[in-house]
T-cell receptor, first 115, second 117 residues
Framework: DAGVTQSPTHLIKTRGQQVTLRCSPK?????VSWYQQALGQGPQFIFQ???????QRGNFPDRFSGHQFPNYSSELNVNALLLGDSALYLC??????????????FGEGSRLTVL | AQKITQTQPGMFVQEKEAVTLDCTYD???????LFWYKQPSSGEMIFLIY??????QNATEGRYSLNFQKARKSANLVISASQLGDSAMYFC??????????????FGKGTKLSVIP
């Protein structure tokens, strides 16, 4: 049973560029959340997708956008990259019916470096 | 104010000994959930244990137990019989409320645990 998979694992971009990160949730999961983890910090919630719609958003600018596909996979897009966007981006999947008490399953993340 | 505070940046424990990782939280919502995650160097966050605000008993999962003191707003993680593989970052997290708008987890800054042989 495959867990959460993310791609790419590492990437380097320059300021002003755009990036797309991809996530396939754990089999059977229908909800995908994205988190940003800066070096030495805990993860910060970016947004959550369910039924192909953004259900909740954290305190991130509109440069951060996402999408969920009918097969529940998801993309995170970041436009006009800033140096401060350098971080580990974590995707987490869960079952909508177990969101409050059930755990999130995380991928290993995509490490983005902005130069 | 920080919603989740982990005051121990780093901890050392001898193999086979027990260790307690501290976590305090701040919320005015009567309904909330508390989580602990482990993050090895690979980057993946691994769920360890969950405690709901209305749960009467402290949560336990194998070698992990959560010392939940509601009045003090603390949710400390206790790891018994430490193993070398327990060396990792540990994060405390909270979900506030129930229903729409309460899907996010707020994480603390983490504690780095090192298990000494």
């Amino acid at each position: 049973d495959a867990g959460v998979t993310q791609s790419p694992t590492h990437l380097i971009k320059t300021r002003g560029q755009q990036v797309t990160l991809r996530c396939s949730p754990k089999s059977g999961h229908d909800t995908v959340s994205w988190y940003q983890q800066a070096l030495g910090q805990g993860p910060q919630f970016i947004f959550q997708y369910y039924e192909e719609e953004e259900r909740q958003r954290g305190n991130f600018p509109d440069r951060f956008s996402g999408h969920q596909f009918p097969n529940y996979s998801s993309e995170l897009n970041v436009n006009a990259l800033l140096l401060g966007d350098s971080a580990l981006y974590l995707c987490a999947s869960s079952l909508a019916g177990r969101l409050y008490t059930g755990e999130l399953f995380f991928g290993e993340g995509s490490r983005l470096t902005v130069l | 104010a920080q919603k989740i505070t982990q005051t121990q940046p780093g901890m050392f424990v001898q193999e086979k000994e027990a260790v307690t990782l501290d976590c305090t939280y701040d919320t005015s919502d009567p309904s909330y959930g508390l989580f602990w995650y482990k993050q090895p160097s690979s980057g993946e966050m691994i769920f360890l244990i969950y405690q709901g605000s209305y749960d009467q008993q402290n949560a336990t999962e194998g070698r992990y137990s959560l010392n939940f003191q509601k009045a003090r707003k603390s949710a400390n993680l206790v790891i018994s019989a430490s193993q070398l593989g327990d060396s990792a970052m540990y994060f405390c997290a909270m979900r506030e409320g129930s229903g729409a708008g309460s899907y996010q987890l707020t994480f603390g800054k983490g504690t780095k645990l090192s298990v000494i042989p």
